[in-house]
C-alpha cells in the first residue's frame, strides 16, 4: 500500500494550494512553514508582524526566505473583510466589534479562506481546540445537511490505516449526529484512499444489549443507511466484533461487517478520545489529526504539545482536503 503522504504528495503535486499558519511566532510552525516551502508542494502563509516573525527564525536556525508573512494589521484589505465579516454574521456584529476580531489570526486566517486568498487553515500548536473552530463555525459554516463538526484521526500502523470519530469535538452526539459523523468520516477515508468499511460502536453486538445508549447507536446506523445507502456501513457493534473476522463471525453472522470495519464511530467524546489514545499509547499506531469533518472549506486543530512534524503533515492533510 503506498504511503499516506506519498499518495497525498502526488495528489497535490502542481496544485498549488495555499495554507494559512496563524501561529507565525511558533517554532515548530515555523520549522513546518519551512519544510513545506522549500517542498513547494503546499505555500504556508504565516500570520504575525514579518519582522518579529522572521527573526524568531532567525534565532532558531529555520530558513524562512520566501514565505509570506501577512501581518493582520497592516494589509491593504482588511476594512474589505470587516465587510464581509459583518455580512457574513449578519448583523451579530458591529464594524468595530467585526474589526477587533479580526485582529485574532485565527479569525482573520478563516477569513483569508472565506475570501479565497487561501485553501485552508491549520492552528493549535498555541490557541485551544474552541479559538480554532469557533471563527470556523461562525465564517466557513458546516455543509448542507451536517448539523455540526466532528473531529476524526487517521490511525497509522505499518500498512494499517484506519478512521476514529468523533474524538474531539461532540460530547454527546444525537443518533442524527452520530450518523452524519459516520457519512462525514466514510467520506474522509475515501479522501485518503480508504476504501470505507463503517462501523458503530458501542457495548452491544446488534442487540446483545438492549438499553438507552445501545437503541442510540443502532438507530444512528439506520439514519446513516438512509443518508448514504450506498455506503457499506452496520451497528451496533463491539470493537471486536467490527476488527476481528472471527468474533464477527460468531456475534453478527450475518452483517455486511464481518471483522473487516476500517472506520469507526464511537457513541460519545469520551469513548472516542480515550479509544484514540488507547490505540495510539498501547496499540503503536500514529495518530493523524484531528481531522475536522463537515466544513465548508477545511480548518484542522493541532495539539499544543505537537510537534513540527505534526504541523507539517497536518498542513499537509489540510491541503488535500480542498482538492
Do not use: W
Amino acid at each position: 500500500m503506498t504511503d499516506l503522504f506519498t499518495s497525498i504528495k502526488e495528489k497535490l503535486s502542481g496544485r498549488d494550494k495555499t495554507i494559512v499558519l496563524p501561529e507565525g511566532m511558533d517554532v515548530r510552525v515555523l520549522q513546518a512553514a519551512s519544510r513545506l516551502h522549500q517542498e513547494a508542494l503546499v505555500k504556508p502563509i504565516l500570520l504575525g508582524n514579518e519582522t518579529e516573525v522572521k527573526q524568531v527564525a532567525a534565532e532558531a536556525g529555520i530558513d524562512s526566505t520566501g514565505i509570506e508573512v501577512i501581518d493582520p494589521a497592516g494589509v491593504s484589505y482588511f476594512e474589505e473583510l470587516v465587510e464581509k465579516f459583518v455580512e457574513r454574521r449578519k448583523g451579530k456584529v458591529t464594524g468595530e466589534q467585526a474589526r477587533e476580531q479580526l485582529t485574532d489570526v485565527n479569525y482573520f486566517g478563516t477569513m483569508l479562506i472565506f475570501t479565497g486568498r487561501a485553501d485552508g487553515l491549520v492552528s493549535g500548536a498555541v490557541h485551544s481546540t474552541a479559538d480554532t473552530v469557533r471563527p470556523a463555525l461562525q465564517i466557513i459554516k458546516t455543509k448542507p445537511g451536517v448539523s455540526r463538526t466532528s473531529g476524526a484521526f487517521i490511525m497509522m500502523k505499518e500498512e494499517e490505516r484506519l478512521v476514529f470519530a468523533d474524538c474531539a469535538i461532540t460530547v454527546a452526539p444525537t443518533s442524527q449526529e452520530l450518523a452524519e459523523i459516520a457519512v462525514e468520516s466514510a467520506k474522509t477515508a475515501k479522501s485518503f484512499g480508504i476504501e470505507p468499511r463503517v462501523a458503530m460502536l458501542s457495548f452491544s453486538t446488534q442487540g446483545s444489549a438492549v438499553t438507552e445508549e445501545t437503541e442510540k447507536v443502532s438507530k444512528a446506523a439506520e439514519i446513516a443507511r438512509s443518508l448514504a445507502p450506498e455506503l457499506t456501513l452496520d451497528g451496533e457493534f463491539q470493537f471486536d466484533a467490527a476488527y476481528v473476522p472471527a468474533i464477527a463471525a460468531k456475534k453478527a453472522p450475518d452483517s455486511v461487517i464481518q471483522g473487516d470495519a476500517n472506520v469507526f464511530v464511537f457513541p460519545s467524546l469520551e469513548a472516542g478520545n480515550i479509544g484514540y489514545k488507547l490505540t495510539e499509547r498501547l496499540g503503536g499506531y500514529e495518530a493523524i489529526g484531528p481531522i475536522l469533518q463537515g466544513l465548508n472549506a477545511p480548518v484542522n486543530d493541532l495539539s499544543r504539545g505537537c510537534s513540527a512534524d505534526d504541523v507539517y503533515k497536518l498542513a499537509l492533510i489540510t491541503a488535500a482536503q480542498s482538492l
